[in-house]
T-cell receptor, first 112, second 113 residues
Framework: KAGVTQTPRYLIKTRGQQVTLSCSPISGHRSVSWYQQTPGQGLQFLFEYFSETQRNKGNFPGRFSGRQFSNSRSEMNVSTLELGDSALYLC???????????FGPGTRLTVT | QKEVEQDPGPLSVPEGAIVSLNCTYSNSAFQYFMWYRQYSRKGPELLMYTYSSGNKEDGRFTAQVDKSSKYISLFIRDSQPSDSATYLCAMSPRRGSNYKLTFGKGTLLTVNP
């Protein structure tokens, strides 16, 4: 069974630009969560989507948004990028139970 | 005070050693406790999970939860070079949804051959 895939794996953007990251969950998984990982703050929950609906949201500004499609694939968007948005963005999918999340390899975003 | 505290290390041990990794937390509502392993340039992978207090063993790994002390541990017996990775603890108040897992910052472990 294929794992969680994320594209692109690496991205360099300029401050003020916007970016869209993509996540394809494991087949049959309907829940997709997004996390931001930085050396200073560690892994922080961004939001979770289930059946195209945002079910939970972390404490991030409105510049961070996401969506989920009918095939469970998900995208997250960050608008008006700031230097502090440089991070590894991880996507995790699950059937629906919180402790059985499977993480993708992440997208490394660098904002210059 | 952060909700979850984890010593970042780094921790370096010889092959075959017993490794102890720990996290403390402040939120009494946490009921589900997990340990993830993250290799360099990879996403975290779930190693162990426990509910409430007690021990759970899986091969060379043992997870312990002491809710009275708000302290969780992961023990690795007969450590191998392949165990070299960052270990993250995570916890959540309830099961049934991917509700805001709270992670420690991770401990970097190196097992030397």
């Amino acid at each position: 069974k294929a794992g969680v895939t994320q594209t692109p794996r690496y991205l360099i953007k300029t401050r003020g630009q916007q970016v869209t990251l993509s996540c394809s969950p494991i087949s049959g998984h309907r829940s997709v969560s997004w996390y931001q990982q930085t050396p200073g703050q560690g892994l922080q929950f961004l939001f979770e989507y289930f059946s195209e609906t945002q079910r939970n949201k972390g404490n991030f500004p409105g510049r961070f948004s996401g969506r989920q499609f009918s095939n469970s694939r998900s995208e997250m968007n960050v608008s008006t990028l700031e230097l502090g948005d440089s991070a590894l963005y991880l996507c995790a999918s699950s059937i629906g139970t919180e402790y059985e999340q499977y993480f993708g390899p992440g997208t490394r975003l660098t904002v210059t | 005070q952060k909700e979850v505290e984890q010593d970042p290390g780094p921790l370096s041990v010889p092959e075959g050693a017993i490794v102890s990794l720990n996290c403390t937390y402040s939120n009494s509502a946490f009921q589900y406790f997990m340990w993830y392993r993250q290799y360099s340039r990879k996403g975290p992978e779930l190693l162990m999970y426990t509910y409430s207090s007690g021990n759970k063993e899986d091969g060379r790994f043992t997870a312990q939860v002491d809710k009275s002390s708000k302290y969780i541990s992961l023990f690795i017996r007969d450590s191998q070079p392949s165990d070299s990775a960052t270990y993250l603890c995570a916890m959540s108040p309830r099961r049934g949804s991917n509700y805001k897992l709270t992670f420690g910052k991770g401990t970097l472990l190196t097992v030397n051959p």
